[in-house]
């Protein structure tokens, strides 16, 4: 088979392949190798004419561009077919072709740092119909996004302001290159882009925006799901799910801050304590638009436990059981549900997992509880 007898669709394939969308590399080399088999299969054909009659070799020729030709239409469906009739293409694809036409996902590119990340992407959220997480390095099975939960993603990335979350790559930013993907799963297709835990930020090495504290602790659930930071996303996720389901009455009882202070202090003066401190995981706060950080605190020879106090966006958690994160009443991680109300008294709005007691106008003392003891006591931050 010379050149100029390869078919007209061949030629036009290498010029416009660039253009079609979903096309690929693998897809131009499966393309190729059909173009090639047919030719090798035609010479092999030619010269053993005299064995075989002329009509096979003519239909093996025949069979080899059928079979290039399926795959360039398979490739060219947005351009023809797909457009026609989706139905009838997708329903006669056999299984050769579409394990090799199954595109990969489109990568979410990131233009220019202005506006709202959710203007430049390619899809709306309530078109997302799944998201999964993967690790690159295939050490972790892919995590798919529990349903509930794809709004802790899909709200962080459409209002993010590109302008204030962005940030310049350095030493206190450590980015481990493409280490976890996501892929947005829509009706018409797929997205991907990359994520890293390490730096709690989307995008490439040299564009990078950071996500907020929700989303960090909820990838937790995937890279370390026996860690203290996922046990809280968990619990709190629960209590959330607890509270929609039941819709209890909030009751007016009154509680004196002085109840809930923590080791002697209040909200505010732990938060001081973390004033010193330079590192942790980069988060952008939507709602104050300034970008903040996920820390801890560990007792002296303890470094290498999990940490004892931690400090989100809008909360500071206490982990551990010890005194010196006790209130003044003797609430500590550890109780029993039986404990805390002959020490402190009955909670303002409960559910199974959450007590939640209130601080003047709002709920800002919360417990924690999994196999009925408190295994975490939280401070909100007060409004």
């Known amino acids: 088979m010379k050149k100029d007898s390869l078919p007209p669709w061949y030629e036009k394939l290498k010029v416009d392949a660039s253009r079609t969308p979903g096309f690929t590399e693998v897809h131009m080399t499966a393309i190729k190798q059909a173009a090639v088999n047919g030719k090798i299969e035609h010479k092999r054909r030619r010269s053993d004419r005299n064995k075989r009659p002329l009509p096979v070799a003519t239909m093996v020729g025949v069979a080899a561009v059928i079979v290039a030709g399926t795959l360039l239409l398979s490739y060219w469906g947005d351009f023809s077919f797909r457009k026609l009739n989706p139905t009838t293409f997708s329903s006669t694809l056999t299984a050769t072709v579409s394990s090799v036409s199954d595109a990969a996902p489109r990568p979410i590119v990131i233009e220019r740092l202005s506006g709202v990340l959710g203007k430049q992407l390619p899809f709306k959220p309530e078109d997302v119909v799944g998201i999964t997480i993967e690790d690159n390095q295939h050490r972790l099975q892919p995590f798919e996004v529990p349903k509930d939960r794809l709004n802790v993603i899909l709200s ?151 940490p004892d106090v931690i400090k989100l966006s809008d909360a500071i958690i206490f982990t551990t059981y010890d005194l010196a994160y006790a209130t003044t009443d003797g609430i500590q991680v550890g109780l029993t549900p039986a404990e805390v109300i002959a020490k402190l008294g009955l909670p303002n709005a409960r559910t199974e997992t959450a007590w939640s007691y209130r601080v003047g106008d709002a709920l800002r003392f919360q417990l924690l509880f999994e196999d009925g003891k408190v295994r975490f006591i939280s401070l909100t931050r007060p409004g």
């Open 156 to 306: 962080n990335l459409t209002a993010l302001d590109m302008a204030a979350a962005s940030i310049t790559p350095g030493p206190e930013h450590a980015w481990v290159p493409t280490a976890y993907t996501m892929t947005f799963t829509t009706v018409g297709g797929s997205f991907a882009m990359s994520y890293d835990p390490s730096s709690n930020t989307y995008g490439t090495p040299d564009r990078r925006i950071l996500a907020n504290d929700q989303v960090w602790m909820l990838v937790q659930q995937y890279v370390n799901p026996t860690g203290v930071w996922a046990a809280i996303d968990r619990l709190h996720e629960q209590a959330k799910n607890e509270t929609a389901a039941q819709a209890g009455q909030v009751t007016d009882r009154m509680y004196e801050q002085s109840r809930f202070d923590i080791g002697g202090q209040d909200y505010s003066g732990w938060e001081k304590k973390f004033l010193p401190l330079s590192s942790g995981i980069y988060f952008f706060d939507g709602s104050s638009g300034k970008q903040g950080l996920i820390q801890s605190l560990t007792q002296p020879a303890r470094e290498y436990a999990d």
